[in-house]
């Protein structure tokens, strides 16, 4: 039980272009996700965090024009980055928390590399 | 301010060889600790929630205990598929539902 899936597990995008990044909690209900962005060696950044229908929260710094997030439904949030820039190339990685319960289940990443 | 601090940055041990990793916090209201294990470019693996001072929880050879100030994360007679970064994170009631993670404690385990 407690499985989050993400999608793309990685991807090559162009400077300028936008990409998505999708996350799923495939057998549970989740109220809250949250994105996380890691730096090789480092511990995990939060970035925001974004409640069924309802606006996110980002992280002081976090440029919400830049980092597009909806949480549509009860099992998908995405993160679009949009504009992308050589100094996005990160691992972004997803955590659901499932509702009732205060333990965050995370995906297993998304390698995003801008050329 | 709320902090979360993993003590040794690193460890190399030997197969069967026991030892313990650190998490010490400080943070006001404590609603509960998490531990976690990463592998080299994957997602954070669950591993144990602690709510309150004295609790403990096992599974197969790691151990997690907490008090009011730390916990600990122990090992025992670990194989080299232990080998990984393990986080520690919290969560409190200045931050809602979001966690405060540890820098990590990697862990290499030799046969």
């Known amino acids: 039980g407690a499985v989050v899936s993400q999608h793309p597990s990685w991807v090559i995008c162009k400077s300028g272009t936008s990409v998505k990044i999708e996350c799923r909690s495939l057998d549970f209900q989740a109220t809250t996700m949250f994105w996380y962005r890691q730096f090789p060696k480092q511990s995990l950044m939060l970035m925001a965090t974004?409640?069924?229908?309802?606006?996110?929260?980002?992280e002081q710094g976090v440029e919400k024009d830049k980092f597009l997030i909806n949480h549509a439904s009860l099992t998908l949030s995405t993160l679009t980055v949009t504009s992308a820039h050589p100094e996005d190339s990160s691992f972004y990685i997803c955590?659901?928390?499932?509702?009732?319960?205060?333990?965050?289940?995370f995906g297993p990443g998304t390698r995003l590399l801008v050329l | 301010e709320d902090q979360v601090t993993q003590s040794p940055e690193a460890l190399r041990l030997q197969e069967g060889e026991s030892s313990s990793l650190n998490c010490s916090y400080t943070?006001?209201?404590?609603?509960?600790l998490f531990w976690y294990r990463q592998d080299p470019g994957k997602g954070p693996e669950f591993l144990f929630t602690l709510y309150s001072a004295g609790e403990e929880k096992e599974k197969e050879r790691l151990k997690a205990t907490l008090t009011k100030k730390e916990s600990f994360l122990h090992i025992t007679a670990p194989k080299p598929e232990d080998s990984a970064t393990y986080l520690c994170a919290v969560q409190a009631g200045s931050t809602g539902t979001a966690l405060i993670f540890g820098k990590g404690t990697t862990l290499s385990v030799s046969s």
């Open positions: 955590s659901a928390r499932d509702s009732g319960l205060e333990t965050q289940y």
């Open positions: 974004s409640n069924e229908g309802s606006k996110a929260t980002y």
């Open positions: 943070v006001s209201g404590l609603r509960g």
